[in-house]
């Protein structure tokens, strides 16, 4: 019997054992991805993880577990593996359908939030509590990689705000989540441009440095991005390779972080390799 199937059948059988058996395949199925450190393999494996998502989420439908592991799932796989934009963009809008539908799922307050005011947003976000934090984390960093994938779509880039309103949420309400990452995002979304289009450099900084403390330095995506969003748009080559060489001498593994630390130490050779050019 071929492997895929025999992981669907015993995907079955757990869930047929008890009910609450939803919730731990849901909660699980993302760090089998998450402390991979080959992305060839991930890359290669991710499509039949997909596909049992998507199967399971046909018959429990309002699972919040399961909507919030097939966002996250088809996010990283739309934003780290897809080259083809178009292709890309349809896995990523899937994602983005999943953390909507898992945000309601979790919430009636939290159903059809495109559809409300910036100020009915913000006073809908003030409502929710540290219970809430999960999934707001889910919705927003799925509606950031969808807006990145999306970039020429003004449409989409004009809902950036949103994000970083439930990004500032998030770290309202527990700062150190998963090791601090919504401060990672806040970090980008605010250096994105430059101060004299808008950007707050100086605010970004704060953001990359809290998520670099609050994981005590094992969030190596934290610095590369901190080198390559901060320290190139202040022309700081003395910090930019600092951070950049930091990276790649430590350790990727981490759980929950060790995919995320593979792709961060792989994109600092890149822009180490490029630092000279860069800044001459």
């Known amino acids: 019997m071929p492997v895929c199937s025999r992981v669907l059948i015993l995907v079955a059988c757990l869930l047929a054992l008890h009910g609450c058996a939803v919730t731990r395949v849901g909660d699980n199925l ?35 577990s399961l909507l919030s592991s097939g966002a996250s799932l088809y996010s990283a796989y739309a934003g780290l593996f897809v080259t083809e934009p178009e292709r890309a963009r349809k896995l990523s809008a899937r994602a983005l359908d999943y953390a909507f539908r898992a945000a309601c799922a979790e919430s009636r307050k939290l159903c059809e939030l495109r559809s409300l005011s910036m100020a009915q947003f913000e006073a809908r976000l003030k409502q929710q509590g540290k219970r809430r934090v999960p999934v707001l984390y889910t919705l927003g960093t799925t509606w950031a990689g969808y807006i990145q994938l999306n970039s020429s779509d003004w449409g989409a880039v004009g809902e950036l705000g949103r994000v970083d309103a439930i990004m500032q949420r998030v770290v309202a309400l527990q700062p150190g989540y998963e090791r601090g990452q919504a401060h990672m995002y806040l970090g980008v979304l605010n250096s994105i441009l430059p101060e004299a289009l808008g950007g707050k450099p100086e605010r970004a900084k704060y953001h990359y440095e809290q998520a670099i403390a609050l994981s005590e330095g094992r969030n190596l995506m934290a610095k590369t991005l901190y080198a390559e969003r901060y320290a190139r748009l202040m022309f700081d080559q003395e910090l930019h390779d600092r951070l950049l060489r930091e990276v790649l001498e430590a350790d990727p593994s981490e759980h929950g972080l060790t995919l995320q630390n593979t792709v961060a130490q792989r994109d600092a050779r890149r822009l180490l390799d490029n630092s000279a050019a860069y800044f001459e």
């Open 30 to 64: 993302p760090y089998g991805v998450l402390n991979h450190d080959d992305l060839v393999l991930v890359g290669a494996g991710l499509p039949t993880y997909l596909l049992t998502i998507d199967g399971l989420i046909e018959n429990w439908p309002e699972s919040e």
